[in-house]
């Protein structure tokens, strides 16, 4: 499937999160959304990204939005990952990658030369009734957070947000 664009409407998820809960997009309804897409619990690039989501999350829901991550890892997992590092923001699980292929990030990618089929880490943000208004896709860890923070803040509470890459 194609990936998800600004404008597009967030495809519907139910996903059980690392406290045990279902937590779906139309609960969510009335909140701007982070959704980010990370390949692996424990590994470097996504510690540091979930660790600078948590960092920021109280400035996420000072904006009025909530902070998922998703991957294929299980809840038991997410929960040792979230111990391990202290780390608050909300992981979800979607062992069977129907959530990721939904979005557009499940598909081929290059490491170290060697091609194989995963998580292409990407990050949508979606407005209070769930429309795609920021989309990262491939996204590069190191300093992404203060830029979906950033687009956020541009928008100011309760508006439209656009990321820079998608007017």
Do not use: N
């Amino acid at each position: 499937m194609a990936l998800v664009k600004v404008g597009d409407t967030a495809p519907a998820f139910d996903l059980v999160g690392d406290d045990g809960e279902r937590h779906t997009l139309a609960s969510l309804r009335g909140k701007r959304v982070v959704l980010y897409f990370y390949p692996k619990d424990d590994t470097p690039g996504c510690t540091v990204e979930a660790r600078d989501f948590s960092a920021a999350l109280a400035e996420f829901r000072a904006l009025g939005a909530e902070v998922l991550g998703v991957s294929r890892d299980t809840t038991k997992r997410h929960q040792g990952f979230c111990k391990k590092h202290a780390l608050t923001v909300r992981l979800l699980s979607d062992e069977d990658a129907a959530v990721h292929r939904a979005y557009g990030v499940w598909g081929e990618k290059k490491l170290y030369g060697k091609v194989s089929e995963g998580c292409i880490r990407s990050t949508f943000l979606l407005d209070a009734q769930g429309v795609v208004r920021g989309a990262w896709s491939p996204v590069r860890v190191p300093g992404h957070v203060a830029a979906v923070l950033g687009a956020l803040r541009d928008a100011g509470v309760g508006e439209e947000t656009k990321s820079p890459r998608h007017p």
